[in-house]
């Protein structure tokens, strides 16, 4: 049953520019403290959703042109919302719950953690200050960041799908590639995570495959309220959104 849901969401989601990877929701909950555990059964299958550079071209770029009197939030997150309910479509006689990336609870704890759940599918590695042995930052903050073996920092989760009704105690979980395994690249890269972000340098931080074009790095780095401009969506969209 998991290779076909596998399957479908592959030809489904594929042509999007969007990645689809199994975990088990035990293996989520095994990592975290029982505050943010998923509220299902170990072996219950789920996907982590994640965007690709191509789904700018793929996706987004379509869908606001054909939806776009109807876009009255983020364009990307309307955007992901909007294929995410027509997979839901593809599977009828199964119940499918969709958790977004930028979902919180009501005590404002995210409804799941994205690079967390990255992890664990194996689809990218989560380096955070504890994979460094000699930690230079003292009482800094230090956040962690997933690299993507083939697109490095160049992607983003999504979201996460589960099937309540699919249980698949005999699923095997893959290890993310450790593709940043050095210690002095791992420092490096959650320096420029932490303290260059803006700059996007940490997301180069392998030799990657594909990388946002210009015209996207143009838009994520523009501020959300200036970004419906750049798609050639109507002030008056803008103003429904963000006022």
């Known amino acids: 049953m998991e290779r076909r849901v596998a399957e479908q969401l592959r030809s489904t989601l594929g042509p999007l520019g969007l990645e ?5 929701v035990g293996w989520y909950n095994a990592v975290l403290p029982p505050a943010f555990h998923l509220p299902y059964p170990d072996d219950t299958l789920a996907f982590v959703v994640l965007s690709t550079p ?6 987004l770029k379509p869908f606001v042109s054909k939806e776009r009197l109807k876009i009255i939030r983020d364009p990307v997150d309307q955007c992901v919302s909007h294929h995410l309910s027509r997979v839901k479509e593809k599977f009828p006689d199964q119940r499918v719950d969709i958790m977004f990336d930028y979902e919180l609870l009501p005590s404002r704890k995210p409804k799941f953690l994205a690079q967390t ?22 009482k800094k903050k230090i956040f962690g960041v997933c690299i993507h073996p083939k697109y490095g920092g160049w992607f983003a989760i999504r979201a996460l ?9 005999f699923l095997e979980q893959p290890p993310p590639v450790d593709c940043v395994s050095s210690e002095e690249k791992r420092i490096e890269l959650l320096e420029q ?14 030799e990657v495959k594909e990388r946002y074009s210009e015209e996207q ?15 050639g969506l109507s002030q008056e969209a803008q103003r429904i959104t963000f006022h």
């Open 20 to 24: 689809a990877h199994a975990l088990k």
């Open 54 to 59: 191509s789904m700018f071209d793929k996706a």
């Open 117 to 138: 759940a990255a992890h664990v599918a194996g689809a990218a590695y989560y380096y955070q200050r504890k994979d460094v042995k000699l930690d230079p930052w003292g």
């Open 161 to 169: 799908l589960l099937f309540p009704g699919i249980q698949v105690p």
């Open 193 to 206: 995570f932490n303290f260059h972000w803006q700059d996007g340098r940490y997301r180069d931080i392998i």
């Open 217 to 231: 790095k143009t838009y994520f780095a523009t501020p959300p309220a200036e970004r419906f401009r750049l798609l």
